[in-house]
DNA sequence: GCTGGACCTTCCCCTTGGGGCAGGCCCCAG
DNA sequence: CTGGGGCCTGCCCCAAGGGGAAGGTCCAGC
């Protein structure tokens, strides 16, 4: 059948399938010598057709390549995968729109709640290091495990919770630092430091900080964190304060991630120190 | 402010910003004659954050212009379209993935039921044109107001509704034609077409169709088509019948789409005859 | 006053997934 | 055998910037 038959059977633009020849995702069964006409059989139809339902969902063609030559089964299984994703990106999404239009009739709907909270004068056990957006996470984990391994004694209450100071943008190209941070006893903190590589020590002065909760970990999307900034901002310019914390990193402020573990994975809350 | 300064606190790239610049969507309010260095100021953060958010839901620049340009209230309404049109699509491609997952697993779950119904003969007046896919609606609004505006007498029963014909396909540049046809009793046919301009009159033998019911009109999206012609044409493959009709249009068969008109807007069937 | 380094400028090429068009073969029905 | 439609390659174009080169500016420190 020539590439028009087959463009019309399977929805696919003549334009198209020879890109997917170049690229050989879906080569013809047979192309003449002479001429280069594309030849292709009916057998072909149901690779083309996947393909075409994959590239109307927006799937990357090279994504496209790996998921047409998987097995039914793993097929299956990632497109269950896109689903979800799928779904969290959409539910991201309409939470920005909605506050994006709250915010439009200065409705505080969909605002995220600011709150302050006191803390003290604390000793921390710290991993810093400079990190791309994907790496950010990678530290905590790694952060997390060393933590676990030393079985270093906890700092009790609301202040003892371990967090992460994002001391630049972990964004597209500007990578961090990013530093990990634990309280731990005064009297302890030089002592742990010294038996663990890799980590410092270091005293925070007490201070204020202004802080949203995020809710848990596994709700998140990425539009959820300008969600958190407006509402930090919005709080900020109430009181008169500047928003200077949340977009610019001097030397002794950034913006802090703190971790509540729990049973059902980490509550997350976002802060910006004040004073 | 400098670029550089302004890039941090809207979270847009200084790429971006001289992008901007260019297509008059956020010029600087000072641009520095001699060094060509842009300058911004703060209350400039607003708009560029509202652009900013907009793209991350990657509303395109030319939308994006039009939309910031808008007073608050227009602005509200149509990030509430926005945000009815992301949950539409989001719907209908999460019915495109999980009918593909069941396709992989060889299941029929999600699959569209097919059913054939015997049509008789009948006389239609019709009203053909050549339209790109926005106009095939337009079309139908307009046959529709024609023939309530001529008080045409109805053919009672389920072979009475209002359908469109696609004699080719309504796509990208392959624009039809579409044929909107009301069946009407038969004595009175050539009279009823005489006396309407635009209509013309023809007989249309008696046939079998299969189709499948689409529910209501407000609920379709883009990605339903494909659904229902998959069950087609999977129907069509158990039964050892070509699929023919469903990809090209010879002389005599098109694809039609039917319309139940009710209270709640219209339900809709896609049809493709046999025999 | 000078200098170094950070910051800024324009310019050009690259990306993805094709669309559109020009110029030129090819194929097949009449 | 000829005409018309189908097909080929090759070139330029789109959005919305990213990357980097080559060079001009700005300012703080000395």
């Known amino acids: 059948m020539s590439i028009g038959e087959f463009s019309r059977r399977s929805r696919l633009s003549p334009k198209a399938l020879r890109l997917y020849d170049e690229i050989g995702l879906l080569a013809p069964s047979r192309v003449e010598r002479h001429s280069g006409y594309r030849y292709y059989t009916a057998p072909q139809l149901e690779r083309a ?62 605002m995220k709640e600011v709150d302050v909270r006191e803390v003290p004068e604390r000793h921390l056990l710290c991993l810093k290091r400079h990190v791309d957006p994907a790496g950010a996470w990678d530290l905590g984990k790694e952060f997390i495990a060393v933590v676990r391994d030393a079985g270093l004694p906890r700092l009790e209450g609301p202040a003892g919770e371990t967090f992460a100071i994002f001391w630049g943008e972990v964004s597209q190209d500007s990578d961090g630092p990013v530093e990990w941070c634990r309280p731990v006893p005064a009297d302890e903190a030089d002592a742990l430091a010294a038996g663990v590589p890799g980590l410092s020590a270091r005293v925070e002065p007490a201070h204020r900080e202004a802080y949203v909760a995020m809710g848990n970990y596994a709700d998140l999307g990425d539009e959820d964190w300008p969600l958190a900034e407006r509402a930090l901002r919005r709080w900020a310019e ?22 509540h573990f729990a049973e059902e994975g980490p509550d997350l809350d976002f802060a910006v120190p004040i004073d």
Do not use: F, K, M, Q
């Open 49 to 110: 057709r996947l393909v075409a339902a994959l590239r109307r969902l927006d799937v990357p063609l090279a994504d496209v390549a790996r998921l047409v030559d998987l097995d039914r089964a793993a097929a299956a299984e990632a497109l269950g995968a896109l689903g979800r994703e799928l779904d969290a990106t959409h539910a991201a999404r309409r939470r920005l729109v909605d506050a994006l239009i709250d915010d439009l009739h200065r409705r505080r709907g969909n």
């Open 238 to 259: 109430e009181r008169g304060l500047s928003d200077e914390g949340l977009s610019t990193t001097p030397d002794d402020l950034g913006v802090r991630i703190t971790y």
